[in-house]
């Protein structure tokens, strides 16, 4: 490559995602939930800034806001999201499409490179009425039906009531047009704690994990807490707490490097303090980004569920309800964000999946996609504490914006 | 004592029991909440056979039927209650009231015995609006604000709002009057299998165990189920389920012979699949008759929670809710039930505690009481096919009115 280093405004990528954490404030952090007030004057605020980068903004009929440019030569697309997660923190979103933003600005201005940026927010990546239906929308892959049915998981507004609210219902939805960009590069946070305890600036994404989900239930005997004696009971709720043991102590021996797995939630029936659990039930899930390795725990758990209904007590039943899509990120995408952090970071980038789900799983089922990660202090994800130092925030869109002008470059 | 047996009519036991059940049927049970129409309606069908018996029927201020004697001598009060759980079984609480009734139709009547048997249906001893407010009621343990303060735990409607829909607001209630009874007998299904699997007719209760409740806080840390690696996951939900698992094991060293324990209720915060809990939350309760067994366990329970805190990965805390007041029945009534036993049922009889509670722990504050247990079929209890045998019904009763009778004679 000649020695073409963009001229990335550090402050001024620190000044707009702080003018985008004024927008919602919550301590630290933000609290956007998708169509709220401040989530909808985030998306203006994107729109406004646009033209200052050569793009024509729009935003469409699910809320993406999309800036095209009129420029010629090969396009990249590049985004991430403007809402948030509820009272969570002001990076995760808005740092990839700030990079975005800073990306078009350099680049569509300098005549001397050939091709533009063009820049995205993908509404609703946080799930609050779905998942990825911003995102699933512009690929083609969101019915009417599909909108129809959605609601807020917390409210349960209609997501039709929600888009016309918020002025938008009627509009239409744009979808990208085949051929138009050579792929989609997304910049986001790490969410965990490789980068910060490697001491490296950038995690150069090498897929995204896909996430297979459970629900075991256990079937004793609901009886009375009081008069039924301990050697005849069959407690769904002891059964299930016996099984949660039995996964931490055998899933290490049979896990991927990078498998993780998580029991989020926890139902005993009847739940009263007096009665002994008649039935219960866990929300169990698997995160990898091979199928192999997760097809070996499957058969692990439910190896461990006819052994624990072999004894007798209580019966064990293992459903499968979400099954995984790991998406590849793209080689030459990868290759360039390496060059890239050796140019700006001094090489300090390793090769890594991402065990979160991102926008840019469902932008690789059509084009070419890449996502580079900064540094999360301390790991914290999903909380108005969520912070990466303002240092890792600029070296990160230096690599950002080289592997923008890299690709391009072809 | 002289040979002068009861003449218990067995048919008419069992013919009562079935109107009862008549009354609010569900399958082969019942389903008479308190205040419902099929509970008012069995109190109304009560009050009408009182007179039958020889005594003045009354339904007072908190829905307690009182049936007074108006017979010279020694008085002995007895029954049960006549609500039912939701969708429950037949016998819980009718079969003491029934055989009250057919110990007052045959004592009462009988010139050859000095004193008769005062009947009475406690209201709400199944604790839909509180903890046996109408026995309390009874003994003067409950007050005006009591009233005031309770509300149905299933549609949260209050207690007043209740007694003023079925026409008690405004009635006084009837307590105690000191030195008219020489005590309280009760009846009770076992709601166990200690009588079944052992042969037996029936159970002369020793004591009613206490219920200490407890609830046990885990504090970890919540974070994102994909991003966060295992190895650093402090996992709220994990802790909680190997404490489950500890107390299982642990507890049997420690326990008496008669001690239950039960997690009745399980929180995952914030429940969320794609979350690693943060905190997690469980009830959990013991019964015994010893408090110093109960002060062991409690002490091995607070052990195990500084030892799990010890190892950093979760704060756990243990906070007691409640605790526990045994009740010891009057030695000279389980006599009376043994000789009853001896006399009735050829002798078939264990004494046992309850581990369940019953109206006999609340008169037994104020006057000698004794319970006696007819077997349950399978020990199945608070569902509606709960179930005793016919004969079982009716040797219950005779060894409940020769009971009575001894009791009397003094």
């Known amino acids: 490559m000649p020695d073409h280093r963009p001229h990335v405004d550090?402050?001024?990528?620190?000044?707009?995602?702080?003018?985008?954490?004024?927008?919602?404030?919550?301590?630290?952090?933000?609290?956007?939930?998708?169509?709220?007030?401040?989530?909808?004057?985030?998306?203006?605020?994107?729109?406004?800034?646009?033209?200052?980068?050569?793009?024509?903004?729009?935003?469409?009929?699910?809320?993406?806001?999309?800036?095209?440019?009129?420029?010629?030569?090969p396009k990249l697309l590049a985004g991430s999201h403007l809402e948030s997660q509820n009272y969570a923190g002001?990076?995760?979103?808005?740092?990839?499409?700030?990079?975005?933003?800073?990306?078009?600005?350099?680049?569509?201005?300098?005549?001397?490179?050939?091709?533009?940026?063009?820049?995205?927010?993908?509404?609703?990546?946080?799930g609050h009425f779905g998942s990825?239906?911003?995102?699933?929308?512009?690929?083609?892959?969101?019915?009417?039906?599909?909108?129809?049915?959605?609601?807020?998981?917390?409210?349960?507004r209609t997501m039709r009531d929600a888009l016309r609210e918020v002025g938008l219902a009627g509009r239409p939805r744009a979808t990208a047009e085949r051929g138009r960009h050579i792929g989609y590069l997304e910049a986001h946070i790490e969410q965990g704690q490789t980068l910060e305890s490697g001491g490296l600036a950038i995690g150069i994404v090498t897929s995204i994990v896909g996430i297979w989900q459970y629900r075991i239930t256990f079937t004793g005997e609901q009886n009375h807490a009081g008069t039924t004696r301990m050697d005849v009971r069959r407690d769904a709720g002891l059964a299930l707490a016996r099984f949660c043991v039995g996964i931490d102590d055998r899933?290490?021996?049979?896990?991927?490097?990078?498998?993780?797995?998580?029991?989020?939630?926890?139902?005993?029936?009847?739940?009263?303090p007096s009665i002994i659990p008649g039935a219960a039930e866990m929300l169990f899930q698997m995160r990898d980004d091979d199928p192999g390795v997760i097809d070996r725990l499957e058969t692990l758990l439910r190896d461990m569920a006819?052994?624990?209904?072999?004894?007798?007590?209580?019966?064990?039943?293992?459903?499968?309800?979400?099954?995984?899509?790991?998406?590849?990120?793209?080689?030459?995408?990868?290759?360039a964000i390496e060059a890239a952090s050796a140019a700006c970071a001094g090489g300090r980038s390793i090769r890594m999946p991402s065990g979160a789900g991102h926008d840019a799983q469902v932008?690789?089922?059509?084009?070419?996609?890449?996502?580079?990660?900064?540094?999360?202090?301390?790991?914290?994800?999903?909380?108005?504490?969520?912070?990466?130092?303002?240092?890792?925030?600029?070296?990160?869109?230096?690599?950002?914006?080289?592997?923008?002008?890299?690709?391009?470059?072809?």
């Open 132 to 156: 990825f239906l911003g995102s699933r929308s512009y690929v083609g892959a969101l019915t009417e039906a599909d909108i129809d049915a959605a609601r807020d998981r917390s409210s349960g």
């Open 251 to 272: 899933f290490p021996a049979s896990c991927g490097p990078r498998t993780v797995w998580t029991t989020g939630r926890i139902v005993l029936d009847p739940g009263a």
């Open 363 to 410: 932008l690789a089922t059509i084009m070419p996609a890449g996502m580079l990660f900064v540094p999360s202090i301390g790991g914290v994800s999903h909380h108005w504490t969520e912070n990466t130092a303002d240092a890792d925030i600029v070296t990160g869109a230096e690599v950002f914006v080289d592997a923008c002008r890299r690709l391009l470059a072809g």
């Open 10 to 73: 550090g402050s001024r990528v620190l000044a707009d995602l702080n003018a985008l954490r004024d927008i919602g404030a919550y301590k630290t952090g933000v609290h956007k939930p998708t169509f709220s007030e401040p989530h909808m004057r985030s998306l203006q605020w994107l729109a406004q800034q646009l033209p200052a980068a050569g793009l024509i903004a729009g935003i469409d009929g699910i809320g993406n806001v999309l800036g095209s440019s009129p420029k010629s030569g």
């Open 90 to 126: 002001w990076l995760d979103g808005p740092l990839g499409v700030v990079y975005a933003l800073e990306a078009a600005r350099i680049i569509n201005a300098d005549p001397g490179i050939n091709g533009s940026v063009e820049v995205a927010a993908w509404c609703d990546e946080e």
């Open 306 to 335: 006819a052994e624990a209904s072999a004894q007798g007590r209580c019966t064990v039943t293992v459903e499968r309800l979400r099954t995984g899509s790991p998406a590849l990120m793209n080689a030459a995408f990868q290759q």
